[in-house]
């Protein structure tokens, strides 16, 4: 039964109104998650490391993001109570109690576990005072040589106000004594965040940088005595504020908005417990934050840098090697005759994206048949390959068109020089539109083939062309050469670079237009097959579910009595498991080696099951404020496939999260004598076997 695009959904239940999870507490708890795993002693050492340096970095952005973006609206007056009932608040308290509790947490995994046994293989992170002599003289001539002339330490007097604290930069408070006036000062000492967060005193033997910086401390305050000293960081308001006015270039705008971002408001004061009642005062005062923003752990700070400990080139302690497989696409034939061929459902990073993904890119600019490509760039890397080939069709004549999206978060610099980059190539860049991000994965070719018919390629992903992420990130992409398809992508990209108003498509659902009421449609349609005694079930794997109109239609279908499954690695504010609210719904989270980033719907239909790939999380900013695309994919094996590895992650004999309705999350236990399966080592055993069986 095909659903009608104008279909009207059924008339809305009452639902319970407390029946949202708070979405910001159900962040934290994923990063929870992410500690779970570094707390792990299964797992190898260093990849235990990685993910205390992942927790880290996770935490500094959500407070960047969410917990800033809430205090501005705060400030301004503009919140208002969330979906789960709390007051702004009520959620600034929750936040600040959870994300203290993981402080604390994530500090004592460190110094208890971790540390202690990174000891235990010969990799030792040492505090100065734990340094052999030698070390410590090896440090005073790297210091004099390669430290030192880069520190400028800034006093607080009456002629110098306090300085400005950049966002992230760790810093040492400095109390300096004058011997002949016996009066104290404050100065502040910023660590260079350019040399590494821990330098090796010997081989395999590391100390903080901020460390041997303080044991220098009377070089940069000659003559006088160093009182105290203690290190410190702050965490500032770093999310962008664009007023998307037609009359103002965006990428001007973006560019001054980067400027002014170095200075938001302080949202999180980090210091090291040992710090004194004196400085600690001083600090809290003079960068305006309350006791609650004051996080309190044992040192050292900003173990984000551990992520240069887990590079360190220890094989036996890290997950062994990895080759995706070659074989989605034969390398001895031309790329657009096998997707002419068939549709090519890709996995990565099980799949090659060098030798599928970009291929095609690097392929179409080097094909003489080749008339125009188009794509959208949301994040990319430093030394894109794909960039590369970009401006090498467009040098070489073809027409190229490049939907850049400048507001990319923390990515925004690069994507400015990359926008310019093409520019200057002879691309024809195209910013997309006034108050939407263009986070769809598209690229479209068009080739004329011998026969001089025009045909069109197109790839359609989940995740970014971003080569270096692609090996770690997890991510569908579908390779066609449909014409129905390649139809549909040429409208939406006449929709992205001129007026075109495109409303429906053949095999995309589109946001903000069409994908939230097309995905909802097949919930209802879903609903319909159970009442009528036709197969129903609802598949999804996200990174996020959060939106509401899609949550509620997910309780009417549970209601109805339509199993549903979610597998969401990230934010979930749906309650699974609720006597009369969503019995039937279970949700489940995957963490591992790879970051789980697809996204996949899956609809059984009456026995005929849709399964839909794409960029789209189910947010408010994703299919509102957003241009998304999902795509059908049609072939049986492919799907018959994918609705498998849905099933798979269900399985409650895979390692994975269990959400219960009250908001937490219970790692799955074994059996007794039962051993769960890792779903990506299945995938990485899986796929290294069809390539030795290819051969």
């Known amino acids: 039964m095909t659903v009608n695009p104008g279909q009207i959904p059924h008339q809305a239940e009452a639902l319970p109104e407390d029946r949202f999870l708070d979405r910001e507490e159900s962040w934290l708890r994923f990063n929870q998650r992410v500690l779970e795993l570094a707390e792990d002693p299964s797992l190898p050492l260093l990849e235990r490391v990685r993910f205390l340096s992942i927790f880290a970095s996770n935490l500094d952005e959500f407070f960047m993001v969410r917990v800033a973006g809430l205090a501005r609206r705060m400030a301004t007056g503009l919140a208002v109570q969330s979906a789960s009932g709390r007051q ?15 402080t604390e947490r994530h500090a004592a995994c460190f110094r208890d576990e971790i540390r202690p046994a990174l000891g235990h293989e010969g990799v ?11 070390e410590q003289e090896r440090m005073r001539r790297m210091f004099r040589d390669r430290i030192y002339p880069v520190l400028t330490p800034l006093v607080v007097d009456s002629a110098h106000p306090f300085p400005y604290i950049s966002g992230l930069s760790l ?11 016996d009066a104290t000062m404050f100065a502040r000492v910023k660590v260079p965040p350019l040399l590494p967060r821990f330098i090796e005193a010997s081989p395999d033997r590391f100390t903080p940088l901020e460390d041997v910086i303080a044991a220098h401390l009377g070089q940069l305050f000659v003559g006088m005595e160093v009182v105290e000293h203690h290190a410190f960081r702050v965490t500032r308001n770093q999310d962008l504020e664009i007023d998307d006015d037609i009359s103002e270039g965006l990428l001007q705008a973006l560019e001054r908005e980067l400027l002014r971002r170095r200075f938001g408001p302080v949202v999180r004061l980090e210091v090291e417990e040992s710090i004194s009642s004196g400085v600690l005062e001083l600090l809290t005062s003079e960068l305006a934050v309350d006791e609650g923003q004051i996080y309190s752990v044992v040192g050292p700070l900003d173990l984000g840098g551990l992520a240069a400990i887990a590079d360190l080139d220890r094989p036996e302690l890290k997950y062994p090697p990895f080759v995706p497989s070659k074989e989605a696409l034969p390398a001895d034939a031309s790329i657009f005759s096998a997707i002419r061929e068939r549709d090519v459902l890709l996995h990565h990073p099980y799949d090659s994206f060098t030798t599928t993904v970009q291929r095609l890119i690097e392929d179409a600019a080097a094909d003489p048949r080749v008339l125009a490509i188009k794509q959208t760039l949301y994040r990319t890397s430093g030394d894109s390959p794909i ?28 994507n400015i020089a990359w926008a310019r980059k093409l520019e200057t190539a002879g691309c024809h860049v195209v910013y997309g539109f006034v108050g939407l991000k263009t986070h769809c994965k598209l690229a479209l070719i068009v080739r004329q083939d011998a026969e001089g018919q025009l045909r069109r390629y197109c790839h359609i992903g989940t995740g970014n062309y971003h080569p270096k992420t692609a090996r770690l990130y997890e991510d569908f992409g579908l390779l066609t050469a449909d014409p129905e398809v390649g139809e549909d992508v040429s409208a939406l990209f006449n929709h992205l670079t001129g007026y075109s108003r495109q409303g429906s498509y053949h095999r995309l659902l589109v946001a903000p237009n069409s994908l939230r009421s097309g995905l ?18 609802i598949r999804i794997k996200c990174n996020s579910l959060v939106d509401e109109v899609i949550i509620d239609a997910l309780y009417r279908a549970s209601r109805a009595g339509v199993p549903v499954d979610v597998w969401a690695r990230g934010i979930c504010a749906l309650r699974p498991g609720v006597p009369g609210l969503s019995e039937v719904i ?18 059984e239909n009456g026995g005929e099951p849709e399964v839909w790939i794409g960029s789209a999380d189910l947010m408010h900013r994703n299919l509102d404020r957003r241009v ?22 269900m399985d409650d004999t895979t390692d994975a999260w269990a959400l219960a309705g009250d908001g937490t999350w219970t790692r799955i236990a074994a059996r007794p004598g039962e051993i769960l399966q890792d779903i990506q080592t299945h995938l990485v055993k899986t796929r290294r076997w069809r390539t030795v069986d290819s051969q």
């Open 124 to 134: 030792d992170l040492l505090r100065w005072d734990e340094l052999a002599e030698t």
């Open 387 to 414: 960039v590369d080939a970009l401006m090498s069709a467009a040098e070489a004549g073809k027409q190229v068109v490049v939907v850049v999206e400048l507001k990319a978060r923390f990515d925004e610099r690069a």
């Open 586 to 603: 279970r949700v489940r989270s995957v963490l591992g080696r790879f970051l789980e980033h697809s996204r996949v719907f899956a609809f």
């Open 628 to 649: 998304e695309a999902l795509v059908s994919v049609t072939d049986r094996a492919e799907r018959d496939g994918m609705l498998d590895l849905l099933d798979r992650a």
């Open 171 to 181: 810093n040492l408070a400095v109390i300096v004594r004058d011997p002949e006036t």
């Open 88 to 102: 702004p608040r009520e959620v600034l308290e929750r936040t600040g109690e959870v994300a203290h509790e993981l």
């Open 520 to 537: 909802v449609q097949r919930i209802e349609h879903e609903i319909d097959n159970r009442r009528a005694g036709h197969p129903a079930r």
